[in-house]
C-alpha cells in the first residue's frame, strides 16, 4: 500500500529557472496539500486542493508560485523564476475525506528539498 | 500570532532518561485536532497521534504517552527510557475545523539521545 509518493527527492535549480515538485497522494486521498519548511523552521502550509480545485491558497507566495491537481496524475507545484529564499524542503500530505465538523490526519510525503544555486 | 508554541527549541538527555517536550496552542475555536509528528534525521514526517478538542483522555502507546490539558491549552508528549532511534525534530501541530484544513506547525523540538 503506497504512501505519498514525492518526485523528485531532491532538486537542484539555479537562479531564474523553474521547479516542478511531484506529488501523487495516497490511493483514495482526493485531498492534496503543500507546505513548505525553511532551514530550521516548522511547516508552513501553502495550497489545499481537491482533483481541479484549488480550495484555499491562502499561504502561497502571491508572484511565481502555482499549483495544480489535475483530474489525471500528480498534483504539481511550480516555482517559476526561483531565486535562492526559494531553497527549502516542500512536502506534500493528501488525505481522504474531511468530514462534517472534522477532518482526517494527513499522510506525508518524504518531501522534496529544492536547492537554488 | 503564533497558534501553536514548541518553547523549547533543542532538547538532550542520556539514554534511558524520561523527556518531555513541551507544546502550547492558541484557538478560538471549541471544534480543533491536535497532532504530533516525529522527523528523523532522513527527513521524512511520521505520524505519531491525533487527539479532538473533545477528547481529553491522556494517552499512552509503549515508550510514548501524551497529556492534554484545555485548561492550559497544552498537548505535552513524553518519551518514557529514552533511546538513540528517539532523536529526531518533533512538531506539535494544530488544525481547526471552521478555518479550513492546513495545519498549523510549531517551530519544533530537536531532541538528541546521548548513549
Known amino acids: 500500500n503506497a504512501g505519498v509518493m514525492q518526485n523528485p527527492r531532491h532538486l537542484v535549480r539555479r537562479r531564474g529557472q523553474e521547479a516542478r515538485l511531484r506529488c501523487s497522494p495516497m490511493?483514495?486521498?482526493?485531498?492534496v496539500y503543500w507546505y513548505r519548511q525553511l532551514p530550521e523552521e516548522g511547516l508552513k502550509f501553502m495550497v489545499y486542493?481537491?482533483?481541479?480545485?484549488?480550495?484555499?491558497e491562502s499561504g502561497m507566495p502571491k508572484e511565481r508560485f502555482s499549483a495544480e491537481f489535475p483530474k489525471e496524475g500528480p498534483s504539481i507545484l511550480r516555482i517559476q523564476q526561483v531565486v535562492r529564499g526559494d531553497s527549502a524542503a516542500y512536502f506534500c500530505?493528501?488525505?481522504?475525506?474531511?468530514?462534517?465538523?472534522?477532518?482526517?490526519?494527513?499522510?506525508f510525503g518524504p518531501g522534496t528539498r529544492l536547492t537554488v544555486t | 500570532a503564533q497558534k501553536v508554541t514548541q518553547a523549547q527549541t533543542e532538547i538532550s538527555v542520556v539514554e534511558k532518561e524520561d523527556v518531555t517536550l513541551d507544546c502550547v496552542y492558541e484557538?478560538?475555536?471549541?471544534?480543533?485536532?491536535l497532532f504530533w509528528y516525529k522527523q528523523p534525521p532522513s527527513g521524512e514526517l511520521v505520524f505519531l497521534i491525533r487527539?479532538?478538542?473533545?477528547?481529553?483522555q491522556n494517552e499512552i502507546s509503549g515508550r510514548y504517552s501524551w497529556n492534554f490539558q484545555k485548561s492550559t491549552s497544552s498537548f505535552n508528549f513524553t518519551i518514557t527510557a529514552s533511546q538513540v532511534v528517539d532523536s529526531a525534530v518533533y512538531f506539535c501541530?494544530?488544525?481547526?475545523?471552521?478555518?479550513?484544513?492546513?495545519?498549523?506547525f510549531g517551530t519544533g523540538t530537536s531532541l538528541t539521545v546521548i548513549p
Open positions: 487527539r479532538n478538542s473533545f477528547d481529553e
Open positions: 490511493k483514495g486521498h482526493s485531498h
Open positions: 486542493l481537491q482533483k481541479e480545485n484549488i480550495i484555499d
Open positions: 500530505a493528501s488525505s481522504p475525506l474531511v468530514g462534517q465538523g472534522g477532518l482526517y490526519e494527513q499522510y
Open positions: 501541530a494544530l488544525s481547526e475545523a471552521n478555518t479550513g484544513n492546513q495545519f498549523y
Open positions: 484557538t478560538r475555536d471549541t471544534t480543533y485536532y
